[in-house]
């Protein structure tokens, strides 16, 4: 389906990360959003609060970030798209009910734009230290996708290829963001709405008699129901069988959570969402995303001047990780570099998939600032030696 | 690569519209004048009333690295935003300072030093509020990076309902007097 033209600010803007962002929700046809200020974040909320009046649709300021967790679910429930929006203290808080969302297979979105911590850190400044929190915050086993934008213009996209892989998978998605691209203003070009394909909510074709909420369908993905039409159904954190009924055996929880799992991990290749350059007959390959992979551009341009052949994969897609592409190229590169704004995260799964077959190094920066492009390129330089 | 990357930082106090006027002029060269133009600006409580700065790079080409550590052109609005930032500024660099409120000292190492008194032309307006559109109006008439009609457009885009006849007012003035600066010299 078409976006609705409402929701849609077609024109030239200068905008920045965070309002790019909002933006990319309301084209993707969010219209409820449960948020509680905290910055650099906070910008996301306010231009969804200027907004929804003229489009239609609630904003509500919440008491804390449990409580905006938990009602972005139950009015994603009620039919709606829902999205809030925090930074890291924020996401710690609503990690107990985004498992929730993952195991009542909730469609959400979730926007972390990361400062630096631990615990309430650098609340102005940059970070990219949430990655794995995105992952493993929760308890239990489950999968998300994440995404990570790079500029204000590709927020505004990635808001909407996150409604819609919600909707597909019925499942929670992150915006990684960060401070520096969240904060950053640049041009951002929003197209007609009839340029906007979205993916529709999957409801059900069954009467209600005959409808169960956890039946999967080919993709493994259950159809949903909008509450207060008829369909009585029973939805819980609890280990549930099709019915949604709680069963507390090891046989259900292996049907449910593989399934959880299955529905992500095997149609990871229709999620994975990835950009490359000159990877192919490249020495080292520079692994990045987020702000960090525009400096990281910086360090490429210069290591190719000198006469590097250097390629560039850049996670848009960074849950689910995009395996099989690192392990294709481990055996023909000599190096992945690294550089994130953390002590290494993301870089634990490069070397996981290069599997020994190739050098991974990591240029990590503490968070506050960006990489200077100079510590990305001594990097490129020592992995080929 | 980035081609003719210009790195502009744009400083006072919390209150003087520093950041609007970096976004105005960021406006300008992005959708006006068809050039990449990324700003960005120091946030949070320490901004408050303190030095507050806004960063903005402006380029031919997809800016890469966003933040600008050694301003080619900086504008100084308060003078601890000038004892701050000041030092950053390359040699052969052009500063821009309003007048009144702050003191340089003797400008060295090829540094163009440029001074408008911003506040004083906005009061005479009648908002000393439109202090950053006068300056705005400045730094298009000796800076050299972005274009007339293009600030215009931003200015009338960017600025409250109601405010474009004022605010395009002190953008005239803050040209003229750039200008005049410019041919005549102090």
């Known amino acids: 389906m078409k976006a609705d033209p409402k929701g849609v600010l077609t024109g030239e803007h200068y905008l920045d990360g965070d309002f790019a962002c909002a933006e990319g929700a309301l084209a993707a046809g969010c219209r409820f959003f449960a948020g509680y200020p905290i910055t650099p974040s906070t910008e996301v909320a306010e231009r969804f609060s200027e907004r929804i009046p003229e489009v239609g649709g609630i904003f509500i300021q919440m008491e804390d970030e449990m409580a905006s967790m938990n009602a972005i679910l139950g009015a994603s429930w009620g039919g709606v798209k829902t999205m809030t929006s925090t930074s890291g203290p924020g996401f710690s808080l609503m990690m107990e009910n985004i498992g929730l969302g993952a195991m009542m297979e909730v469609p959400c979105v979730v926007v972390n734009v990361q400062r630096g911590g631990p615990s309430t850190g650098l609340p102005t400044m940059v970070g990219q230290a949430d990655m794995m929190q995105a992952r493993w915050g929760s308890h239990g086993d489950y999968e998300i996708i994440a995404l990570s934008p790079n500029s204000p213009q590709e927020c505004f996209y990635v808001a909407i290829e996150a409604f819609n892989l919600a909707e597909k998978y019925r499942v929670p998605v992150f915006i990684m963001m960060d401070e520096c691209v969240g904060h950053m203003t640049e041009k951002v070009i929003i197209p007609p709405a009839e340029e906007i394909e979205l993916y529709p909510r999957r409801l059900t074709n069954s009467p209600p008699a005959e409808y169960l909420p956890y039946m999967p369908e080919d993709d493994l993905v259950p159809s949903m129901i909008i509450a207060g039409q008829g369909y009585k159904i029973h939805t819980t954190g609890l280990t549930h069988d099709e019915r949604g009924y709680p069963v507390m055996t090891a046989e259900a929880q292996e049907k449910l959570v593989h399934r959880l799992i299955n529905k992500i991990r095997l149609n990871a290749d229709h999620i994975i969402h990835i950009e490359e350059e000159d990877t192919e007959g490249a020495e080292v390959v520079v692994v990045s995303y987020g702000i960090s992979s525009r400096v990281a551009l910086a360090a490429i341009d210069e290591a190719r001047a000198a006469g590097i052949r250097v390629g560039r994969l850049r996670l848009i897609t960074v849950w689910p990780f995009p395996e099989k592409r690192i392990r294709e190229l481990a055996p023909k590169v000599k190096a992945f570099v690294v550089p994130e704004i953390n002590y290494g995260q993301m870089v634990l799964e490069v070397e996981r998939c290069a599997a020994g077959q190739a050098k991974t190094i990591l240029v990590s920066h503490g968070g506050g600032d960006v990489h200077n492009p100079q510590d990305i390129l001594e990097a490129i330089k020592e992995s080929i030696k | ?186």
């Open chain 2, 1 to 186: 690569m980035e081609q003719s990357r210009t790195e502009i930082k744009i400083t006072g106090f919390g209150g003087q519209g520093v950041i609007l006027a970096a976004y105005i002029i960021g406006k300008a060269a992005a959708l006006f004048d068809k050039k990449e133009a990324t700003l960005t600006q120091s946030f949070g409580p320490e901004a408050r009333g303190g030095a507050c700065s806004a960063q903005m790079v402006i380029s031919n080409s997809k800016v890469l690295y966003p933040y600008v550590k050694r301003p080619q052109i900086l504008v100084c609005l308060s003078q601890e935003a000038y004892n701050k930032f000041e030092p950053e500024l390359i040699s052969g660099g052009l500063l821009i300072i309003e007048k009144d409120l702050v003191k340089p000292k003797p400008a060295e190492n090829g540094i163009q030093l440029l001074a408008i008194p911003a506040t004083r032309i906005a009061e005479e307006l009648g908002r000393r509020m439109v202090l950053n559109i006068v300056t705005v109006g400045f730094f298009t008439a000796v800076a050299d990076v972005v274009g007339e009609e293009a600030v215009r457009g931003a200015i009338k885009d960017s600025v409250p309902k109601g405010t474009e006849d004022l605010n395009l007012k002190a953008f005239e003035r803050g040209f003229q007097y750039g200008k005049n600066l410019r041919e005549h010299g102090e």
